[in-house]
């Protein structure tokens, strides 16, 4: 990025005291200490009018809990927005069960922009107008149901935050991690070099970087055919072989 502000994660919460929770300690904690992102939890009842502070209602049309109005969500999402310069619109996310699965190519993007607003959901759900009025963009974390978008939010977080420039030092920058190649991670190895008589695959400690290379990239291969054959899918096939030219000996020329 050209200008100089850090990326900027701006959570709308019923439960702000969640954050940062996890993402104050470790990696993520350490950078947002030295200012290399910034952490913005905003409270969505400071935004309710009535006397009782209320900002959910039962659902038109009946069933079981409780949804968030859209009067007080739009509100909570325009005040979070004052000031914000209109050239540089930031992505409006809303953590939800129903939303598109989130993905490290997601990711990726949403580190490399200044950062999302993202909107927590709680309780059956969230008014439809509030949605389709701030062109809030679904997300989903798994295939699970989470009892709120809190913890889906510092999933997502954690995931953008970890690709900042500087944040992860000395570390690989993430391109051999699974996924970014669209592959699984192989299995890793360190001492001691028997574990309960299992010893470290020889391979690793013969020195031969291209073998080690190959090794990994084929247990690479097995374990994501294996565990997941949607990723698998999308990997091109290999191209057939090319046969080896023949080397030429030195002191001798064609022809
Ligand atoms: N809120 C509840 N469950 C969720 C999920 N699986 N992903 C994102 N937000 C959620």
Redesign the pocket.
Known sequence: MTNSSPWRATVLTLFPEMFPGPLGVSLAGRALASGLWQLEARDIRASATDRHRSVDDTPAGGGPGMVLRADVLAAAIDAAEIGQDPSKERPRL????R?RP?TQARVMELAQGPGPLIV??RFEGIDQRVIDARGLE????????????????L??IDACVRLLPGVMGKEASGTEESFSGGLLEYPQYTRPQLFEGVPIPEILTSGDHAKVASWRRAQSEALTEARRPDLWAQIPPKPPNRPRRQKTPKNKTDG
């Not at 989903?140 to 989470?146: A, M, N």
């Open positions: 809303l953590m939800s069960p939303g989130l927590c959901g679904e997300v989903s974390i798994g295939d699970y149901v989470l009892s709120g978008g809190e913890i889906a939010a999933a997502l």
